[in-house]
């Protein structure tokens, strides 16, 4: 069983940044595709970047292009979210999520392709 852990939340002004963090358990991290995603209060779990098992391809939303960036480290089983210009509707549950990948090019963006979550971790911007 694979464990995801996300660190690195917290409350930040507008404009500020932040880098989450996500280790997953386990000796098969290079063959997962992760991806990290957010959900506000009443709404539905977004995409907010995806990135490849070999890390050269990456996935952003409109939303966050430009202002976040998703890196991972297979030496240390960590995937990244750097996230700049952070903006008032940026505030929610961000949760990573690793899913069993084939290929190594394959970028994944449906929540329903990810087979293990974290508990996620709150992001709130003020503005």
């Known amino acids: 069983q694979v464990q995801v852990v996300e660190s690195g939340g917290g409350l930040v002004q507008a404009g500020g940044s932040l880098r989450l963090s996500c280790f997953a358990s386990g000796p098969s991290f290079s063959s997962y595709a992760m991806g990290w995603f957010r959900q506000a209060p009443g709404k539905e779990r977004d995409l907010v970047a995806a990135i490849s098992r070999s890390g050269l391809k990456t996935n952003y939303p409109d939303s966050v292009k430009g202002r976040f960036t998703i890196s991972r480290d297979n030496a240390k089983n960590t995937v990244y979210l750097e996230m700049n210009s952070l903006k008032p509707e940026d505030t929610a549950a961000y949760y990573c999520?690793?899913?069993?990948?084939?290929?190594?090019?394959?970028?994944?963006?449906?929540?329903?392709?990810?087979?293990?979550w974290g508990q996620g971790t709150q992001v709130t911007v003020s503005s």
């Open positions: 999520a690793a899913s069993v990948s084939t290929f190594a090019a394959t970028v994944i963006t449906g929540s329903n392709k990810y087979d293990y």
